[in-house]
């Protein structure tokens, strides 16, 4: 049983950065596919990034792409999400998310909860002056 511990989140000012992290245990995370979903109130979940298991390239939601950035650590057992020039409307919960699946334009684009998954408890983000 894989569990996943978010960290990273908190307040920020708009320009700002934050990294958040997913840290796995009880299991490989190189195993898997992980994607960063977000909750913003009064929207549906969306699926901001997400990190083939391969080396297929990182898929982006269009909303932060070129400024969010995914990463791994294997020997840490980590995935990160790398945070820049955060705008008000990236305030929401962050979770990681740890799936089997190599098709990761449908994995952000459809960011449901599935049997066989494995979910962070989330971080909070909140990006105010």
């Known amino acids: 049983q894989v569990q996943l511990v978010e960290s990273g989140g908190g307040l920020v000012q708009p320009g700002g950065s934050l990294t958040l992290s997913c840290e796995a245990s009880?299991?490989?995370?190189?195993?898997?596919?992980v994607a960063w979903f977000r909750r913003i109130p009064g929207k549906e979940r969306e699926g901001v990034a997400c990190?083939?298991?391969?080396?297929?390239?990182?898929y982006y939601a269009d909303s932060v792409k070129g400024r969010f950035a995914g990463s791994r650590d294997s020997a840490k057992n980590t995935v990160y999400l790398q945070m820049n020039n955060l705008m008000p409307e990236d305030t929401g919960v962050y979770y990681c998310?740890?799936?089997?699946?190599?098709?990761?334009?449908?994995?952000?684009?459809?960011?449901?909860?599935?049997?066989?998954?494995?979910w962070g408890q989330g971080t909070q983000v909140n990006v105010t002056s």
């Open positions: 998310v740890a799936v089997n699946t190599r098709d990761m334009e449908r994995l952000c684009t459809h960011p449901g909860r599935r049997s066989g998954d494995y």
């Open positions: 990190i083939s298991k391969v080396d297929d390239p990182t």
């Open positions: 009880g299991g490989l995370l190189d195993w898997y596919a």
